[in-house]
């Protein structure tokens, strides 16, 4: 750079960083709070992330819940009679999990929030199934493999079949038209293996006039508390099918 005297004059070069040196480096990891080394890398997700975790990016999960249903008050306004009856739940999905907030450590990426579709059938009293689709989200609250974590799902959902019969028809396992509800549940687990879930569902009435008597239903719902989790560790699966069975052995008023 010239000086006043018109003398020009060539900086002299220092070695280190273009423009940091190390103690400058020093001070800017302090300042933020900076590791002067990379954290280890975490160990690896189990089952290649068929079961979740925060250091997997896409998950595909089998899930089973197994949960106990409290049944709305239904009833009949021709006859002004009116049942009340509680019964089983059983519910088998597949869920995929797409990240959708990510935090990075280092080298290392984890997932904080992942959001997916979801898709299964529901057993309930009598045999009845239900077809259901929807959405599922996960937030997860630590980074480790114990990590708890907070699920939340959605979902249309559709009756398909049940077990019915009548004087000329014998009790079997029929396609049956039902008309479209929704359901709606959260849950609190760790580590992906399982979770504490509290929900409900609502079944919308299939009324209309060009409807025969015989397939009319009225509006209904439950409230159900379960456990859903992975069914590779077995232990949601033993859940799921012990409500299965269940839900077989109870019939409606």
Known sequence: MPTESGELRVASE?????????????????RYGVATESPP?????????????PT??????????????????QGAVDTGEVDRWNSARAQYDVW???????????????????????????????????????????????RGHWAPHIEVTSALAFRMATRAGNDVMPEAFRMKRGAVGFSADVGFGLGGFGSLVIGGQYDSPLAREDIPEEHREVSSGMFYFGFRGNILWGGPAVAAVAAHASTRAVKRP
Not at 23 to 29: E, N, T
Not at 41 to 53: G, K
Not at 103 to 118: A, V
């Open 56 to 73: 997997c990016r896409n998950t595909v999960e089998l899930q089973a819940m197994g949960a106990y249903a409290f049944r709305a008050r």
């Open 96 to 142: 995929l999990g797409l990240p959708a907030l990510t935090e990075t450590e280092g080298k290392n990426r984890y997932t904080r929030m992942s959001l997916g579709p979801k898709g299964g059938v529901v057993f309930s009293d009598t045999g009845d199934l239900w077809g259901n689709l929807g959405i599922n989200m996960r937030y997860w609250l630590g």
């Open 41 to 53: 890398a975490p160990t690896p997700a189990r089952w290649r992330c068929l079961i979740a975790d």
């Open 14 to 30: 220092r070695s280190g960083p273009p423009y940091y040196t190390e103690a400058d480096l020093a001070k800017l990891r302090a």
